[in-house]
Structure formats: structure tokens, C-alpha cells
Nanobody
């Protein structure tokens, strides 16, 4: 299992960024991909997940309506489109793969994931 992240960087408040997670060694038929973020000194926060099973997605309240997760199975990539960004969205963002359900309360906890991307910095300026 391998996860390689791209995207991120610096954006002004109200702007948009797109993160991508290219995965190999598995398919979304078997694994769920989740997005997390972490600020120094704080716990890693689950943001969103996606599963090909029943085309499920889930979002944390903090990003619901602003962030959109999507998958391109032909390219083995999961993306996180981030809109209406706020300074409090500043963090290191990670994608992860796990054998967990997504939705109905599942898929947004760190312990549910086994493999992680390298992380990418996102900074939102005010």
C-alpha cells in the first residue's frame, strides 16, 4: 500500500485549494480513503472519507459544505477540494487508507487507518 500526496500550499482566506492522494497496492473496492489534518500540539482531526462501497462519503462538521471528497478510480486518485477556506484550516493534511466503513459515524478516526501519506502543508492567510 502506497499513498502519495500532492497539492496544498498557500491561499488567502476565502480561496480554494485541491489536494490529491494517488494510491497503489489496493482499490477502493476494499479500502476507504480518509483525509485528516493536524496542527502542532493538537490531535489529528478526521475531515472526510470516501468508499466505493455504495459510493459513501462522510464529512466532519468543521468542513461540511466547504470541502468535497471525490475519487477517480481510473487514475487511482482521491482528491479533496477545499473551498471558502479559513485561517483555521491551516494545518498539515494527510490522506490515509484503511479497512473501515465510511459514513454513519465511521471513517473519521485515526485508529481506523493503517497507511498514511507523507503529509502536505496548507496555509490560509487572513
Amino acid at each position: 500500500v502506497q499513498l502519495v500526496q500532492s497539492g496544498g500550499g498557500l491561499v488567502q482566506a476565502g480561496g480554494s485549494l485541491r489536494l490529491s492522494c494517488a494510491f497503489s497496492g489496493f482499490t477502493l473496492d476494499d479500502y476507504v480513503i480518509g483525509w485528516f489534518r493536524q496542527v502542532p500540539g493538537k490531535e489529528r482531526e478526521g475531515l472526510s472519507c470516501i468508499s466505493s462501497t455504495a459510493d459513501n462519503t462522510a464529512y466532519a462538521d468543521s468542513v461540511k459544505g466547504r470541502f468535497t471528497i471525490s475519487s477517480d478510480n481510473g487514475k487511482n486518485t482521491v482528491s479533496l477540494e477545499m473551498n471558502s477556506m479559513k485561517p483555521e484550516d491551516t494545518a498539515v493534511y494527510y490522506c490515509a487508507a484503511g479497512l473501515t466503513p465510511c459514513g454513519l459515524g465511521y471513517g473519521l478516526e485515526v485508529y481506523q487507518y493503517d497507511d498514511w501519506g507523507q503529509g502536505t502543508q496548507v496555509t490560509v492567510s487572513s
